[in-house]
């Protein structure tokens, strides 16, 4: 009796009431003094000197079942997972009720004889004895039981093996939604209101700009009065710019060659950095800071306890089979029907068995040494069990296929019970094995999958039986050192491959689906869809080429000298000096150790290209546009050109540059890279486009000087017909003559006023309900084998990821009161940690399933029967049941070393608890419990918002119980207890997404607002811009939301570069215009549009335009999305409100006349008038003298 009472202690120690209860029944049937008033022996056992029971009936009352059932149903057994009476029922397992309970006592391998109960509720008169010789009146045994929730402090529960214990769950708060007016939400109520006001305002102000003679219209000149202290500065700094850049340009072009050998040298030595480069193709060094709350979690996890293990994982669901109903008496008398699903057709259940197998023999070679999974794999009872953890099925039959074939010969009924028998109690060794090969229990809601209906959690007792697929899990052994993977990676590359075989055509597959991957799976198709994509990357940069070369060139009136006007050399020196300045940068930081990223030959070239070529545009039509003056040189020429364009290109470089290097300041390591190359690559770039492209400018502008060829120098083409030196682009003269006047016509610039303001609120009221994350299945390759494993898994799998509690080392666990604050066992703290999170669990928006968790804070130690069960420990080393602290290590390390065996051991630590407490010393070489962790489940996550909520439940419900032990604990005050599972590195951004996009946007945003301030000193030019920014960039996240784009670190870094471009579409134009002499805000508006206008549309808005389309095709999913229609919506947007919204905002409230400018050019005009008149009259006296 001792023994059998050790075992069940093993089982429900947790909950004394229930233990209590179930001991009545032992204790009462051997050594009840009245006991054959509830027993009645049937049959008797004889030898020739003794005679003994065989058999007997115990008459029992329901009451006293029944209430010991309901003591005992909710304890729960953390050493294998599952309920205690789930193991104490046998084979009815999940099944079990009081019958069947009280039952498989009296009736299994360990039971001293066959005890059969009969429930009773009455006394019953006349009953023969078993020699029916006498009769007997039986009285059913009933004996008081205790609850187990009572108020007695030796015997009560606690809720996580006793609901009654449970106090009431608190209502789960309403979601703090934005208040509504009608069916609108309130901001976008809000923002109608100020749509229909503001659209009232423009529509009133737009009589008023058609009256010229009032003061302040659009129309009014306003070069009257005497310049302001601002004016004069922004002239002077204006000025300086433009002289020193002229007299620099002046010089750069009367010596091309030199500049440009000076500076490729520099850009050269740079470029040898990216030899150094590293590049960042770990997702959790591309996605988490270092800094981060998950990484360091990861990092402390990964540093105490092995890695999360490499996960290999095929999914099957069958074909070509049908529904199937087996009618089963899981108890005399009682008959079910159960309707199996298809994947659990005896047949279909064969082919899997010899695909795992095959896949249990593959072998991969590693440096021509074989590899196997033997190799390899997780054992988590060895050396007692050599085999493989693999969670499926068919270990049910130990993966033996003899086995299985045994039952199956039986019958389908039989095959069907042992289904049934093993589903309810896996653990169970008899009347049915149902350990798989390595040792331990094959869990269903691991090996099954489709028997969830829609809601469903696996702690509502799922149907098994009605599973529509079926998974193998192996387990891979991970490491820290990442040098010691090559034996796992070179079997998971050989696993991989043989599925690509299977899938493609195998006989074996014939009526299976299969999904699968490895862990080296996800890895390996990224690089792969990187390979695919280079080649779409390079026709869109080879098509912007093309362009370039195309449009630089300017379409001449006479088509004999077509060759000479093109500009293709000119183009391809341009072109290529962009993607020198990214090279460049790549190399400093290569130097400088910073590593890169995947948006290194995405994103930076785009963005860098973007600028560049702006910047050759504006350059070389506006050296195209002004005419040589009469008596100067192509130098002079090329210096004044550069001395016109370079404050506006100098003004948005500055801009850009410190808005990317501003960026540098981001945690987020994708933001982080992207900022700091793309800043020092703009940097570079400005240099270059100042030296050797203007350098190339010169030559190109002498060869067009001697009438040579473009490309063949050698050949010399026919003179020009007129005198006329320069001609103007054709889309400059559109601008001009067509798209400026219309544009800004009154009609036309109101209609646009309420156009722009409409889309901007409206994009403002979608913006906060941008979803916020990256599905998985987006980085993948449309013909991935991985997006068929993502679905499969979103539509079979049944539990979430695993979730570890971990404690950090330094808690006192030998003092019982510190115990207390911790573990779930009789005498802990009803408020204790893993109470706190039974109770999480019981909440729906906690996403916690506690069903399937392993405590390893729970120590076996603190709960002994020392009346029942053997041990080498004295009953004075116990205090109340617990071992006195001075022994609690010393017998801690045997425990979780020690593999369970025999029935005196069933529960032994290693398995379930080796891994999880690490056992330290100190510096007296006394030994102590250092960090640990205590593992559940999360429930399904499918989308990243679960992916989020629950690591943010969890975040929450970590911190509180770090402020509990903290508060409580009297020798471990700075204990911290945190959450880790591996997706937290991953999903952590998404709790700060919003917080992460207003400090980069806003940083971004006022960065460029500083810079035009301070490189022009015109107040009004830098609001403009700063405006017009922030529209582009809330439209674009308005087309995010509809366009199905959500927020995370590729499209941020996405917005923050749109910040940048958008500088691009917004400071020319708008320099241009505050620098125009025009004498009203129209007139400046116009000219701004047509010269600086024509530039930007030929130059940053058809170039990004031709090579983004090209993006449309890309395999990526990730390319279609998030770069080409991100890209796309940035020029579209950019363009729009460069080219159509800014003209118009700047003919209505632009910046006024620059007095000091319009001053000085009269000055200039008058001067030149009265030259002209001088020699006009001097020629006329001569004539006369003549």
């Not at 010969?409 to 798989?436: H, T, W």
Request: glycine share 6%.
């Amino acid at each position: 009796m001792a023994t059998n009472f050790g075992q069940l202690d093993t089982f429900v120690n947790r909950c004394p009431a229930c233990m209590s209860n179930i001991k009545k029944n032992f204790c009462y049937f051997t050594c009840h003094p009245r006991h054959s008033t509830f027993l009645l022996p049937t049959e008797l056992y004889e030898t020739e000197t003794t005679t003994s029971v065989f058999s007997t009936d115990f008459y029992i009352h329901p009451d006293y079942t029944d209430n010991t059932f309901n003591s005992c149903k909710n304890v729960y057994s953390p050493d294998v997972n599952m309920p205690a009476l789930e193991i104490l029922c046998g084979s009815a397992g999940r099944d079990c009720t009081p019958e069947k309970l009280f039952s498989y006592f009296g009736n299994n391998e360990f039971a001293p004889f066959n005890i059969t109960y009969v429930w009773a509720s009455d006394d019953i008169e006349g009953m023969d004895n078993i020699w029916h010789n006498d009769t007997l009146k039986v009285h059913p045994f009933d004996v008081s039981t205790t609850p187990c929730n009572t108020s007695d402090p030796q015997m009560h529960c606690l809720c996580s093996d006793c609901r009654s214990s449970c106090p009431p769950l608190p209502e789960t708060p309403p979601e703090n939604g934005m208040g509504k007016v009608g069916s609108l939400d309130a901001l976008s109520f809000s923002l109608l209101i100020v749509y229909c006001v503001a659209g009232v305002a423009i529509v009133t102000a737009a009589c008023y700009w058609s009256r010229p003679a009032l003061k302040g219209s659009p129309s009014v000149p306003d070069n009257t009065g005497n310049p302001d202290c601002f004016e004069k500065l922004s002239a002077k700094l204006e000025k300086s710019i433009r002289r020193t850049f002229s007299v620099f340009g002046r010089f750069v072009a009367k010596h091309p060659f030199v500049f440009i050998v000076v500076s490729l040298i520099p850009v050269a030595v740079l470029s040898i950095g990216i030899m150094y480069l590293k590049l960042t193709t770990d997702p959790v060094e591309l996605w988490a800071s270092p800094t981060s709350k998950s990484r360091k979690d990861k990092d402390y996890f990964d540093s105490h306890f092995a890695p999360f293990y490499r996960t290999t994982q095929v999914i099957i669901t069958p074909k070509n089979y049908d529904w199937f109903n087996i009618t089963l008496e899981p108890s005399p008398g009682a008959f079910k029907t159960y309707r199996f699903g298809p994947a659990l057709n005896e047949t279909f259940l064969q082919e899997v068995m010899t695909l795992q197998n095959e896949i249990d023999n593959l072998i991969g070679n590693m440096d021509g040494e074989n590899v196997t999974l033997s190799d390899v794999c997780i054992k988590p009872l060895a050396p007692q069990y050599d085999d493989c953890l693999i969670q499926s099925v068919v270990n049910y039959w130990q993966n033996d296929p003899q086995a299985l074939q045994q039952d199956i010969d039986k019958g389908i009924n039989e095959y069907a019970r042992r289904l049934i028998s093993c589903f309810n109690n896996p653990v169970q060794l008899s009347p049915d094995n149902c350990l798989g090969s390595y040792g331990g229990p094959v869990f269903p809601y691991t090996a099954l999958g489709g028997f969830l209906k829609d809601d469903d959690l696996i702690s509502d007792s799922p149907n098994y039986w009605e599973s529509t697929a079926l998974v193998i899990t192996i387990l891979l052994a991970n490491h820290n050192d990442k040098s010691k993977l090559g034996p796992a990676l070179a079997w998971e590359e050989r696993f991989l491959e043989y599925m690509k075989e299977v899938v493609s055509g195998s006989e074996l597959t014939v009526n299976m689906d299969i999904a699968y991957n490895a862990e080296r799976g996800i890895e390996d198709e990224l690089m792969r869809e990187s390979m695919n994509d280079v080649l779409t990357i390079l026709i869109s940069y080879i098509i912007m080429f093309a362009y370039v070369a195309i449009a630089l060139g300017n379409v001449s009136s006479e088509c004999r000298r077509l060759f000479i006007e093109s500009k293709i050399m000119l183009a391809l020196g341009g072109v290529t000096i962009v993607m020198i300045s990214v090279f460049a940068s790549l190399g400093f930081y290569g130097f400088a150790g910073v590593p890169a990223t995947l948006f290194r030959h995405e994103v930076i070239p785009f963005l860098v290209l973007a600028v560049g070529v702006d910047n050759i545009f504006i350059l070389v039509q506006t050296w195209q546009r002004e005419p040589r003056q009469e008596g100067e040189t192509v130098e002079d020429h090329v210096g004044r050109v550069v001395g016109k364009v370079a404050p506006s290109m100098l003004l948005s470089t500055c801009a850009e540059a410190l808005c990317f290097f501003l960026g540098g300041l981001s945690d987020m390591p994708a933001v982080y890279a992207f900022a700091l190359y793309a800043a020092l690559a703009l940097v570079i770039d400005f240099f270059l486009q100042m030296t050797c492209f203007v350098a190339l400018l010169s030559l190109d502008a002498r060869r067009v000087e001697s009438n040579r060829w473009d490309i063949c120098c050698c050949v010399e083409g026919e003179k020009k017909s007129s005198a006329k030196s320069q001609e103007s682009t054709v889309c400059f003269k559109i601008f001009e003559q067509v798209y400026a006047p219309f544009l800004l016509k009154d009609l036309v610039r109101m209609i646009v006023s309420l156009l722009f303001l409409g889309v901007f609120l409206m994009s403002l009221a979608f913006t906060p309900k941008l979803a916020v994350g990256l599905e998985q299945d987006l980085s993948m390759p449309e013909d991935s084998f991985v997006l068929k494993y993502f679905k499969y898994l979103s539509d079979y799998l049944s539990v979430g990821p695993p979730v570890y509690f971990v404690m950090t080392e330094g808690y006192n666990f030998s003092d019982i009161e510190e115990q207390n604050l911790v573990c779930q066992v009789s005498g802990c703290n009803d408020d204790s940690i893993l109470q706190q999170i039974f109770i999480s669990s019981l909440k729906p928006e906690a996403l916690l399933l506690w069903g399937c968790e392993k405590s390893s804070l729970f120590l076996p130690l603190a709960q002994t029967d020392i009346n029942t069960a053997t041990t080498c420990m004295q009953p004075d080393d116990f205090v109340n049941g617990r071992p006195h602290p001075y022994l609690f290590m010393r017998h801690l390390e045997d425990y979780l070393s020690d593999n369970p065996h025999g029935v005196l051991c069933a529960s032994a630590g290693h398995p379930a608890y080796g891994d999880a407490v690490k056992l330290l010393e100190d510096s007296s070489g006394e030994s102590y419990v250092g960090a640990n962790y205590f593992m559940a489940y999360h429930s399904i996550l499918k989308t990243s918002v679960d992916f989020t909520n629950a690591m943010d439940y969890a975040y929450q419900l970590s911190a509180s119980i770090t402020e509990y032990l903290q508060s409580n604990s009297q020798f471990s005050p700075n204990v911290e207890v945190f959450p880790y599972s591996i997706f937290y590195v991953y999903y952590e951004q998404y709790l700060t997404m919003w917080e992460d996009v207003g400090v980069s946007l806003g940083v971004s945003v006022a960065s460029v607002f500083a810079v035009m301030f301070l490189l022009t000193f015109d107040l009004t030019s830098s609001l403009i811009i700063l405006l017009t920014i922030v529209m582009i960039v809330v439209d674009m996240m308005g087309m995010m939301y509809w366009w199905n784009i959500s927020l995370n670190a590729v499209s941020l870094v996405n917005l923050v570069m749109a910040v940048g471009i958008s500088v691009e579409f917004c400071s020319h134009v708008t320099h241009a215009c505050a620098t125009s002499v025009q004498p009203t805000r129209l007139l400046r508006a116009q000219e701004a549009l047509s010269t600086m206008g024509s530039s930007v549309l030929s130059g940053i808005t058809l170039t990004k335009f031709g090579g983004i389309i090209v993006l449309g095709f890309a395999q990526s999913q990730i390319f279609r999305v998030f770069y080409f229609r991100m890209y796309l919506g940035m020029v579209i947007i950019g363009a729009a409100h460069g080219l159509v919204f800014l003209p118009v905002l700047l003919s209505l409230c632009g910046p006024k006349l620059n007095r000091v400018l319009a001053n000085e050019k009269r000055e200039k005009e008058s001067s030149a008038a009265k030259e002209k008149h001088g020699e006009a009259n001097i020629g006329f006296q001569s004539d006369l003298h003549l």
